[in-house]
């Protein structure tokens, strides 16, 4: 099972992740946990720069050129060979969120985006996807305390940087993504508290473990 986790910054999917993976654990089932950008070497050499707070001058399709790099090079090192081997994979995100961002955030045709997301990925499509509603200025709050309290507001913090009109589009665009979608996408309320949010990720994705 691929299952990826979507959202606003903040919106909390490496919490949920992390729990999302303990009950698996319970009931027999091994996953694998990685992230976009920054699942394998890559990546990870890409996420500085795309995530620099001082890279204020990026251009937007240079920025989606490194994400797509990213997302082909991890599909093929680490998802396809953990899926292969009969593990589940929890993905935060995945190409859903170059869509919302670089297509609905920045202005990038949109259409054009989702077929570039197939090449990319080589047609690899997560069998469900969570995404993690919340309304930015709430998740813009959680996620600027949590980088400030580990002193990534510069490392990680170029899109909490942005103005809260980007945030509010890109939010958007994720339900109209899943509005397209509705059998892969599972839209969670993801305000109160870790447990409560997560009984409802686990209820939406009781019907993807038979």
């Known amino acids: 099972m691929f299952v990826t986790f979507e959202g606003v910054e903040g919106s909390g999917k490496s919490t949920q992740i992390g729990l999302v993976r303990q009950w698996l654990a319970s009931l027999g089932r091994e996953a694998l946990v990685t992230r976009q950008p920054g699942g394998c070497a890559l ?20 920025e989606l050129f490194m994400y797509l790099a990213d997302r082909a090079q991890h599909v093929a090192e680490v998802i396809r060979p953990a899926l ?3 593990r589940d994979v929890l993905c935060d995100r995945y190409h859903d969120s170059t869509v919302a961002y670089q297509g609905f955030g920045r202005g990038l045709d949109v259409e054009r985006l989702v077929a570039l997301g197939r090449m990319a990925t080589g047609g690899l499509a997560p069998h469900a996807t969570i995404l993690l509603d919340l309304p930015p200025e709430t998740g813009l709050t959680r996620a600027r305390g949590r980088n400030q309290a580990v002193g990534a507001s510069q490392s990680e913090g ?6 809260l009109d980007f945030h509010q589009r ?13 059998g892969r996408f599972a839209v969670v309320h ?14 939406a994705l009781e019907a993807h473990l038979s």
């Not at 890109?170 to 509705?182: D, I, K, Q, Y």
């Not at 993801?190 to 209820?203: I, L, M, Q, T």
């Open 84 to 86: 292969d081997a009969g």
């Open 190 to 203: 993801a305000a109160g508290s870790p447990e409560d949010v997560f009984a409802r990720v686990r209820a």
């Open 43 to 62: 990546g990870l050499e890409l996420r500085r720069i795309l995530l620099d707070a001082r890279n204020t001058h990026l251009d937007s399709t240079a």
């Open 158 to 163: 170029r899109f909490e940087a942005l103005e």
């Open 170 to 182: 890109v939010r958007e665009g994720f339900l109209e993504l899943a509005r397209r979608e509705p």
